[in-house]
């Protein structure tokens, strides 16, 4: 009887905390400028930066680099003594 009543407990907390989860994951739509509006419109995004062949870079994590090859939504770089492949665009890659 109590083996009953605890296992109808645990399975409403998993069945709640799958739900909770589904519901933390969704983000809102971004919002539009009306053209009335006094507030000043977002900004652009920055276009993307063009990677090629022997371009040195730097990178936050993994320090100075030089670009052994371009793919099409990604770059191999040397970080002597490691390759990395950096899947584009990525913020804290910078070419120098």
């Not at 983000?27 to 509006?37: N, V």
């Not at 670009?67 to 950096?86: C, K, S, T």
Request: aromatic share 6%; charged share 20%.
């Amino acid at each position: 009887m109590i083996r009953t009543a605890v296992m109808a407990v645990v399975s409403l907390w998993r069945a709640k905390k799958a739900h909770d989860v589904s519901m933390n994951s969704h983000r809102a739509p971004a919002r539009r400028h009306l053209p009335g509006s006094p507030f000043a419109p977002p900004a652009p995004a920055p276009p993307a930066e063009t990677f090629a062949v022997d371009d040195q870079v730097t990178h936050d994590k993994y320090g100075l680099g030089l670009i052994l090859g371009v793919e099409d939504h990604a770059v191999l770089v040397d970080f002597h003594p490691d390759h990395r492949r950096i899947p584009l665009p990525c913020a804290k890659l910078t070419k120098l």
